[in-house]
Each structure stands twice: as C-alpha cells, then as structure tokens.
Nanobody
Framework: QVQLVESGGGLVQAGGSLRLSCAASGRTASAYAMGWFRQAPGKEREFVTAISWSGGATYYADSVKGRFTISRDNAENTVYLQMNSLKPEDTATYYC???????????????????WGQGTQVTVSS
C-alpha cells in the first residue's frame, strides 16, 4: 500500500512559478513510477508528466513541455513538479499518482496508476 500527499498548490499570477511536492509513504513507494495528472472544472483528468522509478526517464504532455519539470528523490520518497511560466489554462486540481508503470506508452494513462493523492489546487490568474 502506498499513500500519497500533495502540497505546494496555490494562487499565482500568469508567468509565475509554483513547485508541487508529493510525499509517498509505504515500503515500495520508491519502486513505482510517479505521475502528475490534472483536472480542470468540467474537463476530464489529463496527463501532465511522469517519471520512471529510477528517475532515468521522464515524459511530458505537449502543453507543458519546456515549462514544467518533474523530478524525484527516492531517499526522501518525494516527487516534485516545478512549474514555470504558468498560464491561466494550467488552472486545475493536480493529482500525484504512483504505479508499476514500465511501458513507455503507459506513462500517460491514468489506468496504469494504482495509487492517487487527494489533489492540490493550482489557480493561475491572468
């Protein structure tokens, strides 16, 4: 069993930055791939970014490439999402997820993640 707790959300002006954290607990947390998904009001949950269990591979949605960076510290069982040049369309609830993902084309699919956090709100004002 893995528990995930996100933090770091908040209100920021367009062009600003935020850093989200996701603290994982559980003996096998560091063995899982980690992902960030987001859901805006009235929209479906969408993939943002993911990182392999080792941190050696990262994947990004086209909408955030060059602006967002995912990283992980397995010693601290924490994954980070650095978000720069934020836009109003980045406004959403951001969810951290963990799962035994290994196939490249599975990282962006929520189906392959077994554990989810409660979410943290990010609001970008124009």
């Amino acid at each position: 069993q893995v528990q995930l707790v996100e933090s770091g959300g908040g209100l920021v002006q367009a062009g600003g930055s935020l850093r989200l954290s996701c603290a994982a607990s559980g003996r096998t947390a560091s063995a899982y791939a980690m992902g960030w998904f987001r859901q805006a009001p009235g929209k479906e949950r969408e993939f943002v970014t993911a990182i392999s269990w080792s941190g050696g591979a990262t994947y990004y949605a086209d909408s955030v490439k060059g602006r967002f960076t995912i990283s992980r510290d397995n010693a601290e069982n924490t994954v980070y999402l650095q978000m720069n040049s934020l836009k109003p369309e980045d406004t959403a609830t951001y969810y951290c997820a963990a799962g035994p993902v290994h196939e490249r084309n599975h990282y962006s699919r929520s189906y392959y993640y077994d554990y989810w956090g409660q979410g943290t709100q990010v609001t970008v004002s124009s």
